[in-house]
């Protein structure tokens, strides 16, 4: 059942993305060489806790951490660990949900350590492009496969792949509800878009082939050639005429207007 969202609802669902969105603020500066995603996972999680809000991600079916931090090859899922030390050139996911007073947010920012490689900086780019070509299907009246088109469209068309084994979702007093939001799909189908909505949509995007493997921790999905992955998230409320995105930090707004 698709769950709509009170104005009352919506207004703490915007506290919990305001709290996303200072997560990636203060945690994106400290993402340099050296530092291990456990680091990186230690200091998100205590803004989330010091805001009075909690990590549902953590003990999610077993899951030990309160975010992913996903580096280069790994898609999603990445659990965070003293072991795995960012390195000049990666590319680092963060993907952060975070509940306050009962009520979720859930967003993923792709980092570049140092300056990075032209094709790495295509790729995170035309993942990010990818986003906001979806959303703008986001609107009353439309479908949730007038999203997902939009995503393919754009990713195939730049020569990447999605990742067609996972998908973006509803969102709210739950980190997934429905409905599911794919990055692949056809026009005019899937379920009817409605004011109050709230959607988590998420490119997750491969330089190479779409397949993926999970590793034997049962969490970690990386791409099956090896290849660069990235990924993209917003919560969005379907709104008047179009949608709002709720997890964009102060900079991200003025860069999207």
Not at 136 to 149: C, E, L, N, Y
Request: proline share 5%; with cysteine; glycine share 12%.
């Amino acid at each position: 059942m698709i769950i709509i969202k009170s104005p009352r609802e919506i207004a703490i669902m915007k506290e919990a993305g305001r709290l996303v969105a200072k997560v990636f603020e203060m945690v994106g500066p400290m993402i340099k060489p050296g530092v291990s995603t456990y680091e990186i996972n230690e200091a998100a999680e205590k803004i989330i806790y010091d805001a009075g809000g909690s990590c549902p991600c953590k003990g999610y079916y077993g899951y030990p951490a309160g975010t992913c931090v996903s580096v280069n090859d790994t898609l999603i899922h990445g659990i965070p660990s003293k072991k795995i030390i960012v390195q000049e050139g990666d590319i680092v996911s963060l993907d952060v949900v975070a509940c306050l007073k009962g009520y979720c947010a859930d967003a993923t920012r792709t980092f570049l350590v140092g300056a990075g490689k032209e094709n790495v900086k295509r790729l995170m780019e035309v993942c990010r492009q990818a986003f906001f070509a979806g959303i703008k299907q986001a609107k009353p009246g439309q479908r949730v496969g007038d999203i997902s088109a939009a995503i393919q469209q754009h990713v195939e068309s730049a020569g990447y792949q999605v990742a067609r084994n996972f998908a973006g979702h509803g969102i709210g007093k739950n980190m997934h509800e429905e409905p599911s939001v794919p990055n692949y799909g056809t026009p005019g189908t899937g379920p009817l878009l409605q004011v109050g909505m709230a959607l988590a949509v998420e490119p997750m995007i491969l330089e190479g082939q779409a397949q993926t493997r999970v590793l034997e921790d049962g969490w970690t999905v990386k791409s099956k050639d090896g290849k660069l992955t990235c990924h993209y998230e917003n919560t969005i409320i379907i709104a008047e005429g179009g949608c709002e995105i709720i997890t964009l930090t102060e900079g991200e707004k003025k860069i999207n207007g």
